[in-house]
């Protein structure tokens, strides 16, 4: 028996309004201080801010990402993946996708905060070349805990500015 690559059941889109409501429901299961689902909304209304999803065969979204860019910057504004979804390789594949739209769109360095605590999204920006910048002290409040800041500048940690 032959193994199913890791993620391979998903595929990648755009978000849509219809997704907003399961988008809201995985922000609340990932995160102790989740975003209103007016979030959601309001990302699908920015020009500047990108939302897709890994979406199931059903087309059921199981993770999403969103970036946000600003003239020659960008941010990763937010990666979560649902319980059931996790290990799989979807928020590594979100980013992937994120920082190629982000190239493409001539962004010269990203930006993101991450916790302190999180080993797993800390491994994830480091294996795409974040390079740790800053310190946000106790910016994240559920439970308190600090933020550090995070910047990508191409996928060989050269900054592209240059």
Do not use: H
Not at 56 to 62: G, M, T, V
Not at 123 to 143: A, H, M, T
């Amino acid at each position: 028996m032959s193994e199913v690559p890791t993620g391979a059941a998903y595929s990648i889109r755009a978000a849509r309004r219809s997704d907003v409501p399961l988008l809201a429901a995985i922000e609340i299961e990932a995160f102790s201080d989740p975003w209103p689902r007016s979030a959601f909304t309001d990302a699908l209304n920015m020009p500047s801010a990108r939302l897709t999803v890994a979406v199931d065969k059903l087309d059921i979204p199981a993770a999403y990402c969103m970036v946000i860019t600003a003239a020659d910057q960008g941010e990763i504004a937010n990666i979560a993946v649902s319980t059931s979804a996790q290990r799989q390789g979807l928020a590594g594949r979100l980013l992937d996708d994120a920082l190629q739209f982000v190239t493409r769109a001539g962004v010269v360095a990203v930006f993101l905060e991450v916790r302190e605590g999180n080993r797993a999204a800390r491994e994830l920006y480091r294996s795409r070349n974040f390079q740790d910048i800053g310190r946000r002290k106790r910016y994240y409040q559920r439970p308190a805990e600090d933020a550090l800041v995070l910047k990508w500048t191409g996928p060989t940690g050269v900054n592209l500015m240059t």
